[in-house]
């Protein structure tokens, strides 16, 4: 077995594939964005393939969280209050609220193959460039938006910067995230506001504004299933959208190893699976529209959790 490793770059292209666009459609949204990042990376194969693979049946095997245990909610309060903690003593400088599950310096999941990138901070790089063709492309016509489960706030403040005009809602089922929308709000004095919301209890007394587009990033995931709740909402509020980024168990294709591997991760801890089924139930009824799925092909070392959903109750 050879050692012969591959260089490649992320190019227009690349992105046009994962975002699930043309070149011409990136290259004016995202090329100022590529350019400002060292695009090269290593893709693994033979023995070090190998080796990665043992190491991550390893991980997958000695695991032992548990998603959507009742613990998990302390666990998500302590971790966004040393955000907000950090922010506080650091005078206010938001990247201090760079989630900590972002990992960097690791082999990742890109285009169906495992890489190491050059970039240090990759996958975080590599996301804000989709965020910012999301957000161009299917945030902009609206004029409230609600990022449902917005934990640190890191969607929260881009989507304030980017559309200062637009009121932004950061809600999350811990006060620690609620809290660290409301201190940023009061400082930087955004159109923004923060509020407690769990979506496996929705409260139907908060009502959404005209005209207005529900976000979610890595939420519907930690429900372990329990989402049909939160479906009910959507439908009863009507948002004009809804945009998903979450890891969507059913698109791996369990015949193939590299997705076996991160369905199994998927199954192990429990994350959410049937989300994606349940809406192509109710699109069947004529109750929604699925406007995008679109995969991104990338990921940490163990799963992919960006899938993205565009859809709207009917
Ligand atoms: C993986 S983090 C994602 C945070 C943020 N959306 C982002 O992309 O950086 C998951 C978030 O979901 C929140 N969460 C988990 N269960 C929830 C529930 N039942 N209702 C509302 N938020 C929940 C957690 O508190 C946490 O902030």
Not at 31 to 47: A, F
Not at 233 to 258: A, T, W
Request: aromatic share 14%; proline share 3%; net charge negative.
């Amino acid at each position: 077995m050879t050692n012969n490793l591959e260089k490649k770059n992320v190019d227009l292209q690349i992105l046009a594939d994962s975002f699930g666009t043309d070149i011409s459609d990136v290259k004016k949204i995202c090329e100022k964005q590529l350019d400002n990042m060292d695009t090269g990376y290593t893709v693994y194969s033979g023995l070090q393939r190998e080796k990665l693979i043992v190491e991550i049946l390893k991980s997958i095997d000695s695991d032992k969280q548990v998603i959507g245990a009742p613990e998990r909610k302390n666990i998500w309060n302590d971790g966004w209050n040393e955000n907000l903690n950090l922010l506080k003593s650091n005078n206010y400088q938001l990247d201090n609220l760079l989630p900590k599950f972002i990992r960097k310096n690791k082999p990742i999941r890109f285009m169906g193959e495992y890489i190491l990138p050059n970039e240090q901070n990759f996958e975080h790089k590599y996301f804000n460039i989709y965020r910012e063709w999301l957000f161009e492309k299917y945030f902009s016509n609206f004029d409230s938006i609600y990022d449902i489960g917005c934990g640190s706030s890191y969607n929260l403040i881009e989507l304030t910067k980017k559309f200062p005009n637009k009121k932004i809602y950061g809600f999350d089922f811990v006060q620690s995230s609620v809290d660290i929308v409301n201190e940023i709000t009061k400082f930087y004095n955004l159109n923004a506001e923060g509020k407690i919301f769990d979506i496996t209890n929705p409260d139907h007394n908060i009502h959404l504004d005209e005209n207005s587009l529900i976000f979610t990033s890595g939420v519907i995931e930690q429900v372990a299933g329990e989402f049909d709740k939160f479906i009910d909402y959507i439908l009863q509020m009507k948002p004009k959208l809804v945009v998903n980024i979450e890891p969507m168990y059913e698109l791996y294709d369990q015949d193939i190893l590299f997705d076996y591997l991160a369905a199994k991760f998927h199954y192990k801890r429990g994350y959410t699976k049937g989300y994606l089924p349940r809406l192509r139930e109710l699109e069947k009824e004529g109750k929604i529209e699925i406007i995008k799925l679109k995969r991104l092909n990338f990921g940490s070392l163990l799963m992919e959790g960006y899938t993205c959903i565009v859809w709207k109750p009917l």
